[in-house]
């Protein structure tokens, strides 16, 4: 069993009694690759600020509300404590690519942006294939490799 069927049950690692070695695969990275680009593109951008604070009149604002002045936008929910902290996790394993493979790095980390109300990857192939002067195929090809040294490094303990 993979992390992937023990991460579905509910459990975040296989038991040592059990005897099963955990194995990380490249399923299980992109999925939490992009589930901590969800939360992150999820989280508030900011409060408010003292200029806000001073300056919006109540009634003022009730009386736009109440006509319908004001759009409406929808907000993605905000994050879990224990999503965020997922997510955190898995925002470390991007470093674990070498340094000297930083294309590798960009392309990851572009890819794990996913926008969370319309599940929409941010960077499509072709938009990072036209950013990084590449065929959309190549850059496929070099998102697979860059999984595939963040699932060596983290099958061997890294």
Partial sequence: MTLIDYARAGSASPAPSQGIEPCIDKAYVTWRLEE???AL????????????????LE??????????????RIRPPVPSAAM????????????????????????????ALIHPISERHLFPWRRLGSVLGADH?????????????????LNRGG
């Fill in 137 to 153: 195929k190549a850059v496929q090809r070099w998102h697979a490799q860059g999984l595939d040294l963040i699932v060596a490094a």
């Fill in 59 to 72: 009634i003022v604002r009730t009386a736009l509300e109440n006509y319908g002045w004001t759009s409406a």
């Fill in 41 to 56: 593109l999820s989280l508030p951008s900011g409060g408010w600020s003292t200029r806000l604070k001073t300056s919006s």
């Fill in 36 to 38: 901590a680009g969800r």
């Fill in 84 to 111: 965020i902290t997922r997510m955190d996790e898995a925002l470390r394993w991007i470093p674990l690519i070498p340094q000297d493979r930083y294309v590798l790095r960009r392309i990851v980390g572009a890819r």
